[in-house]
C-alpha cells in the first residue's frame, strides 16, 4: 500500500512538472512579443546638375535618348512633349521612377525612364530643375461673374463640383509649390487633357490624397481649353524667366479659395 502511494505520488510529481512546464509554454506564446526594428529609411539619391546636363544633351550609354530630342534644349517643351525647366527635382524624380515602375503608363517615355538608373534619373531631375522657370507667379483678379471660366477655374475653382482652385494647390499662375504640385501655367491645352485622361483611365498615380485623380474626372475638355487659355493670358507673351519651384514655393502660398 505504501509502495502504491510512492509511485501515485511519484506519478502525480511528474504529471504536475509537465503541467508546468506546459503552461510556461503557453505562457511564453501568449506573452506579445516586442516588434521587429524597423527597416532603416533609405537615403535619398542625390543628384548632380553637371552629370543630368549630359544626359539632358546626350543621352545614356544603356539607352536613353538625349531628352533635348523631345523636351527642347533648355527644356522648353516641344509640340506634344511637356516643358521640363525649373519643375521641381522631387517631382521629376517621382515620375521617372513611376515610369519606369510602369505606374504611370507613356508609350514614349516608359523605355526612356527604364533604361536610367535611380542616379541617372536624380541627376537628369536635378538639372532641369536648376534651370528657370519661363513662367512667373503672377495672380489674376479674382473674377466677379462666370463668362471667363479659365478665371473662374485658376482663382477661385468651382467648389459646386468639388474642384478647387488650380491656384489653391499649383500656385499664383501655376508655377508649382513643392514637389507633389508642378508648374502648369505653360502647359498646352492638348499635354493637360492628355493627363487629365491619363488619370481617368487610372494610367497615372492621382498625386497626394488622390485628389487629382478625383479632380480629373470632373473636368470637361471644355474646362481644359479655358484653363490653359486663361494662363496663356495670364503670362501673356512674356518669357521672361522665374525663380525655380524650390524658390517659388517658398516665395509664394496657395491661394485660398
Known amino acids: 500500500m505504501i509502495r502504491m502511494n510512492k509511485q501515485t505520488l511519484s506519478r502525480s510529481c511528474i504529471a504536475i ?5 506546459m503552461g510556461s509554454a503557453w505562457a511564453q506564446d501568449a506573452a506579445p512579443k ?33 531628352c533635348a530630342t523631345c523636351h527642347g534644349a533648355k527644356g522648353e517643351g516641344m509640340a506634344g512633349f511637356p516643358a521640363l525647366a525649373g519643375q521641381h527635382a522631387g517631382y521629376l524624380v517621382r515620375q521617372l521612377q513611376h515610369l519606369a515602375d510602369g505606374s504611370r503608363q507613356a508609350p514614349v517615355m516608359a523605355p526612356m525612364a527604364k533604361a536610367l538608373s535611380a542616379q541617372d534619373r536624380a541627376d537628369v531631375s ?9 513662367i ?5 483678379p479674382l473674377p466677379k461673374g462666370k463668362d471667363d471660366d479659365g478665371a ?24 508649382g509649390v513643392g514637389a507633389d504640385f508642378p508648374a502648369i501655367g505653360h502647359l498646352t491645352a492638348d499635354y493637360m487633357q492628355s493627363q487629365v485622361a491619363a488619370w481617368n483611365k487610372g494610367q497615372r498615380e492621382a498625386g497626394p490624397l488622390g485628389l487629382m485623380g478625383k479632380v480629373a474626372q470632373k473636368l470637361t475638355p471644355a474646362d481644359i481649353q479655358a484653363v490653359a487659355a486663361y494662363y ?8 521672361s524667366p522665374s525663380p525655380s519651384p524650390s524658390t517659388a514655393a517658398t516665395a509664394s502660398a496657395p491661394a485660398k479659395p
Open 17 to 21: 512538472g509537465i503541467c508546468m512546464l
Open 34 to 66: 516586442a516588434p521587429a526594428p524597423a527597416a532603416a529609411p533609405t537615403a535619398a539619391v542625390q543628384g548632380s546638375a553637371a552629370a543630368g546636363q549630359k544626359i539632358a544633351q546626350s543621352g545614356t550609354p544603356q539607352g536613353a535618348a538625349a
Open 126 to 134: 536635378a538639372y532641369y530643375a536648376s534651370l528657370p522657370l519661363p
Open 136 to 140: 512667373q507667379p503672377v495672380r489674376g
Open 152 to 175: 473662374w477655374l485658376v482663382e477661385r475653382g468651382r467648389w459646386a463640383d468639388g474642384i478647387p482652385a488650380c491656384a489653391q494647390c499649383h500656385g499664383p499662375g501655376g508655377v
Open 232 to 239: 496663356a493670358r495670364l503670362h501673356g507673351a512674356s518669357t
